[in-house]
């Protein structure tokens, strides 16, 4: 998957759900009118225009080096088990109201963004035991032999 199809999967999965919808049902409002939520398709044109802006800032955060090492990151202090400098970006950027202290921490689990963090940490992890236990033989491609 691209980081652009995750992106858009974890704000798609916020808007059905109702979450961080501020400037998106702003947005929605104006590209096709107040009653947006009967008139559009989730999957549809309308909708993916008005994600977009999202979309592409959370697309950053996933691809950009410095903000995916603080995803990745894990250390104590960590609020919802994120970076404070990353959380202080996805509010700046992305969505407002994002993991704020008071919320729920067992609703909080099931958010596709921390999901998704969780599930990068997890590969990260795997990838580097891998190379860990590598051999000269297999060192990034199982089964390649080196010459």
């Given at each position: 998957m691209t980081a652009f199809h995750?992106?858009?999967?974890?704000?798609?999965?916020?808007?059905?759900?109702?979450?961080?919808?501020?400037?998106?049902?702003?947005?929605?409002?104006?590209l096709a009118g107040q009653d947006w939520k009967l008139t559009t398709n989730q999957h549809g044109p309308a909708q993916?225009?008005?994600?977009?802006?999202?979309?592409?800032?959370?697309?950053?955060?996933?691809?950009?080096?410095?903000?995916?090492?603080?995803?990745l990151s894990r250390r104590p202090g960590m609020i919802f088990?994120?970076?404070?400098?990353?959380?202080?970006?996805?509010?700046?950027?992305?969505a407002r109201d994002y993991a704020r202290p008071g919320q729920n921490w067992s609703a909080f689990r099931s958010d596709a963004l921390y999901l998704w963090i969780e599930n990068e940490r997890k590969n990260a992890a795997m990838i580097l035991?891998?190379?860990k236990t590598a051999t000269k033989k297999d060192a990034?491609?199982?089964?390649l032999a080196i010459s």
């Open positions: 995750d992106a858009d999967y974890i704000f798609s999965s916020w808007t059905r759900e109702g979450r961080h919808q501020e400037r998106f049902g702003k947005r929605m409002a104006t993916a225009a008005g994600r977009y802006p999202e979309v592409v800032a959370l697309t950053r955060l996933l691809v950009m080096p410095v903000w995916r090492a603080l995803a088990s994120v970076e404070p400098a990353l959380l202080a970006e996805i509010r700046r950027t992305v035991r891998q190379a990034w491609f199982p089964g």
